[in-house]
């Protein structure tokens, strides 16, 4: 298996050099796609799902932060430490939340007590948005995963910011649908791939590999038993996994976490 993954990545090597030499002898000519990023997020290569083109006013101007700051009530802020609740599966869903620094989880308990991770959410994402569609109760249960500052809005003041902000309004929708379009991709990543693939996409995704955004290739460290419940396996198969990608030099290990290198994607590419 690894003289195939070290196959792979020769491979890969001689394709972008072939390219760059190609595109100096036919001049400037447009890169053409990596298909890479939409193979990450499980979508087919040839299926365009990327936001249109906006004018760099409109992206300078969307700050949520600063809209949030224009409400003078049904909102408060809070510091949450590690492993500290949010909220708990089975509370009313009466607000919308926004992660100003910090990270959260969110997990689920099926009533014989088995749990499992559903998603581990960065700085500037919202979560506990289903009390906009009618949800009474929370779903699953939200904590900070470390040191976290969270931003509270009640359902009511949330519905308000939304109907006077069409620019908020337009942005927190396309937030919902590109998270949408996520969870699809791992569902069918869960129902279709083995868990060391499914593994290496998930630390391909958490250092941001995939996205428009520039890779953040240093992910913080995490445990075993959180990878092995977003993946849907053993603490054990993750630690024999994340062994054979340190020996390959998919990653490495160092006191600020894990480094995760882009060859990692030969791993999901390869059949």
Do not use: W
């Not at 409109?58 to 408060?76: C, E, R, V």
């Not at 620094?101 to 581990?120: D, M, Y």
């Not at 993750?238 to 062994?243: C, P, R």
């Amino acid at each position: 298996m690894a003289a195939e993954y070290a196959a792979v990545s020769k491979k890969n090597a001689r394709k972008k050099n072939s390219s760059k030499k190609n595109a100096r002898k036919n001049g400037a000519q447009k890169a053409p796609t990596d298909p890479s990023s939409s193979l990450l997020l499980g979508l087919s290569p040839a299926v365009d799902l990327s936001p249109p083109e906006e004018p760099p006013a409109l992206a300078h101007s969307f700050d949520p932060n600063l809209l949030l700051a224009k409400l003078s009530t049904g909102k408060s802020s809070r510091a949450y430490l590690a492993e500290e609740y949010v909220f708990s599966q089975g509370d009313p869903a009466d607000a919308v939340f926004y992660i100003q620094s910090g990270r959260v989880k969110l997990t689920v308990v099926s009533k014989s007590g088995k749990e499992a991770v559903i998603a581990l959410l960065p700085q500037a994402s919202f979560f506990g948005e289903g009390c906009l569609a009618g949800q009474q109760l929370r779903m699953a249960t939200a904590s900070a995963d470390i040191k976290s500052t969270i931003v509270r809005v009640e359902k009511r003041a949330m519905v308000d910011l939304l109907h006077q902000e069409p620019v908020f309004a337009e942005r927190f929708l396309a937030y919902l649908l590109s998270r949408n379009i996520r969870m699809e991709a791992d569902l069918v990543d869960h129902l279709f791939n083995s868990s060391e693939k499914r593994l290496a996409r998930l630390l391909l995704l958490m250092a941001n590999f995939g996205h428009e955004s520039k890779p953040v290739p240093l992910i913080a460290r995490m445990s075993q038993e959180t990878l092995a419940e977003m993946i849907g396996t053993t603490r054990s198969r993750v630690s024999f996994f994340m062994n054979r990608f340190r020996e390959l030099g998919f990653i490495e290990y160092n006191a600020g976490g894990v480094n995760v290198h882009s060859s990692l994607v030969s791993v999901v590419l390869h059949d």
